[in-house]
């Protein structure tokens, strides 16, 4: 009996693996065929698993629509997600050395104050954060939807977990060099921590990407859209464009699912150096 549970082993985990994949990979499927249908074989109540006639007409019409910008939001979410990643990473990465390293005065205080922001409801921070970027001249403007998020305490404190399990002896070494804190840091630390780097902004670019309710609440132009903004305007109180929906989902999911494959394994990689471990 022992022998053969050990022959069904390998086989019960690949059925496992192959369930998951299966499920992890289900909602593609019904996006790209939902996307590949018309408006009448999507409401039928009989189940087909591929239209018979692929309609690829619906992609195009996504950029040969004069009222949805679809080419320019996408341009727009790709511009905003491009900036806020890296310089947010950044930040986060100089904060979180800050932290683990420089001993000044009130760093614990400070410290408390950024891990009290975590726990803040956006809703609260909503209104104030407007009432700020429009006294700016921020409404409508990219800058205005970038500046408020590159701020990331959850960040901040992951680097900070990274640094302080850095060694100190390498440091030491630059300091007998002749490196200040800044040195330290531009020098020793931040090449050390590419895995953090690309990992969080992996995550950074994604948050961005899929941001809504900031970027309609700034973008009131449509020339300011994102990809996110753009595809809320097949569903209206007057019209609900299903397969233009799902053909704008595609494509809006595009870049998420190459960046998904891209960076995967330095996402694993960082989370697990970042010193939070189960």
Known sequence: MTTVSKRL?????????GLLTALFLAPFYLMLRNALMDARGLTSPE????PERMHWENFTALFTDPTLHMGQALVNSLLIAGITAPLSTLLASAAGYAFARIPVPGRGALLALVIATLMIPGSVTFVPTFVVVGSMGGV???????????FNPF??????NFYQQFPAEIE???????????????RIALPSSGGMLASLG?????????????????????S?????????TFLTSQTINLPGLFAGAVVAIAPLVAMFLIAQRY????????????
């Open 155 to 160: 960040a901040v404190l992951l680097f900070r």
């Open 267 to 278: 996402i694993v990689e960082g989370i697990a150096t970042s010193g939070l471990k189960g």
């Open 224 to 232: 300011s859209w994102t990809a996110q903004i753009a595809l809320s």
């Open 9 to 17: 082993r390998p086989g019960a985990r690949g059925l496992l693996v």
């Open 172 to 186: 030491e070494a630059g300091r007998l060099d002749g490196l200040g804190w800044l040195g330290l840091y531009r």
């Open 47 to 50: 189940w087909t698993w591929w």
């Open 202 to 222: 992996a995550l950074a670019f994604i948050d961005s990407w899929n941001a809504f309710l900031w970027p309609l609440v700034i973008g009131q132009d449509p």
């Open 140 to 150: 409508n403007t990219l800058w205005g939807v970038i500046v408020p998020g590159l």
